[in-house]
């Protein structure tokens, strides 16, 4: 009998150590469906989750967004990704960033889920002069920030370079589910007017 008592104590306790301990990984939902293309990428879904209806991807895939270093602080728990003139700073289950030296409020911290590294998305493309544009209807996040160079290439003079920069830009889409095309038949055509 005081066997079964203390096995039943142990497997009670167990069983409590599998239960969410921050409110990170209590409210973490899986995408079911939801996408993120990042520069005309689409991202794992692996590395994409969605908590208090935002978006969260893994640190790694922020190398989509051009040439950034990045930094991470066993210690503190502490991401820094710097690009260009910004500098981030992100702790772990902090809801305060820093953007080159100044505070930033966030609605979410970033966390740590599944050795990954969960940043909002949003808040980081954003501060990094990336836009987000969200299609509701198909559940998909879209991540633009050109290159400088693709953007000088899209101005210049020269009609094949702007055309072949324009081309490459990334694309956002608006149509539903429906519409877009399937990948083994999809395909663009660009018009170009003469001369332009």
């Known amino acids: ?57 893994s640190l790694t895939s922020l190398k989509g967004l051009g040439s950034l270093t990045f930094a991470w602080n066993n210690t503190t728990k502490q991401v820094t990704v710097k690009g260009g003139d910004t500098n981030l700073q992100l702790t772990m289950n902090n809801k305060v960033a820093q953007k ?20 909002p998305l949003r808040f980081v493309a954003e501060a990094l002069d990336g836009s987000v544009t969200w299609n509701q209807k198909t559940q998909t996040a879209f991540v633009s920030k050109p290159s400088t160079k693709l953007l000088t290439d899209f101005k210049s003079s020269a009609l094949s370079t702007a055309r072949n920069a324009a081309i490459n830009l990334p694309r956002v889409s608006q149509l539903t589910k429906d519409f877009e095309p399937f990948m083994e038949a999809s395909s663009l055509q660009y018009y170009f007017p003469e001369n332009k």
Do not use: R
């Open 1 to 57: 009998m005081k066997k079964l008592v203390l096995l039943s104590f142990a497997v009670l306790c167990s069983s409590l150590l599998l239960l969410p301990t921050n409110e990170a990984a209590a409210a973490v939902k899986s995408p079911k469906g939801t996408q993120v293309v990042v520069n005309n990428i689409d991202l794992d879904s692996k590395d994409i989750l969605i908590m208090n209806n935002q978006v969260f991807f």
């Open 100 to 119: 080159n030296g100044t505070s930033v409020s966030l609605s979410t911290a970033p966390f740590i889920q599944n050795g990954k590294t969960m940043i």
